[in-house]
């Protein structure tokens, strides 16, 4: 395909928000560096429309890596015997959000995998804990999937915005991702639960995951259309040792960026993380990301004594920095490409808060 189509194409997108499942699939397929600029380009002028040159900081508390789930792709599946549990105490977890507060963070996000330990109950009263010492601040959630129940229960105790990537939106693709007893069909059902709810929701996909093709990735980004999430995580597959794709392949940083520069586009308001896998795979890939049109980085949080148990997939960085570290860090990387860490909860642009509602 000529250039000039697939610039057309692009322009098209900038201005009607929308492609065909054909027209993704096809820029997928033919983009080249100078594709990628174009599309960099308008996705940095979007951001800016919304966010300026802000970069918004999440901390994350990655509290425990038990999970009953068995993903094919994750390093923390309830299968692999290899992986060093652990659990954070309900005060440790404050005392991360202390150190947090400090440091400027305005957004704790509560990662882990499925835990049965933590209980409606038992995470209730974590959301209610953080929330009385920090009512400036966002609570986040991400904690795999529950009944509607659950996440209202959390809702109502004080959480304001969920994460579950849906991981692809082709039924066959999820199940060549998951053992037979999840499904994107609920998925999907919690997603729909959780913006029903009120959450401020974050959904998303891996890049270069096993079984990917461009067609699945056109799904991907009609499916996020559709769901209008607030938030959408995206980063590269890094295989995991001790996991079934083990000696995959990565995803790649270039297709990464290219896909956030479409996402800003087709969603212009969302708030878009440049990722840890991203910078994983490509040392300068953060600072690549926000300038594909990414505008929030998730810098941890977590105790450094749990940070490499938290092995999602190989070689993760900054697992032997400190919170302060990180921070610091970034902000460096931020300001060195133009943009400035900003000081704030950090919702979307144009987001309503249901309690003012
Ligand atoms: N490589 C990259 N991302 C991964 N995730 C899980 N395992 C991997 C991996 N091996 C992502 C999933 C999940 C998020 C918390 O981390 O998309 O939703
Ligand atoms: Fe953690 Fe740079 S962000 S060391």
New binding site residues.
Partial sequence: MEIQELKALIDRLEREKILTAEEFALLVENRTPELDDYVFEKARAQAGEFYNADVYIRGLIEFTNYCKND?Y???IRHSNKNADRYRLSRDEILSCCEQGYELGFRTFVL?GGEDPYYTDERLEGIVRAIKQGYPDCAVTL?VGEHSYESYKRWFDAGADRYLL?H?TADAMHYQKLHPASLSLANRKRCLFDLKKIGFEVGS???VGSPYQTPQTIAADLLFLKELQPDMV?I??????KD?P?ANEPAGSAELTCFLLGVIRLLLPAVLLPSTT?LGTIDPLGREKGILSGANVVMPNLSPVRVRKKYA??DNKICTGDEAAECRFCLQRRVESIGYKIAVTRGDRAGWVNPAQK
Avoid at 235 to 240: D, L
């Fill in positions: 993903c792709y994750c390093g990662q991400s990537r991981e998303g996909f891996m995580g980063g590269p597959f890094i295989p995991a996991t794709f896998a999602l997939y």
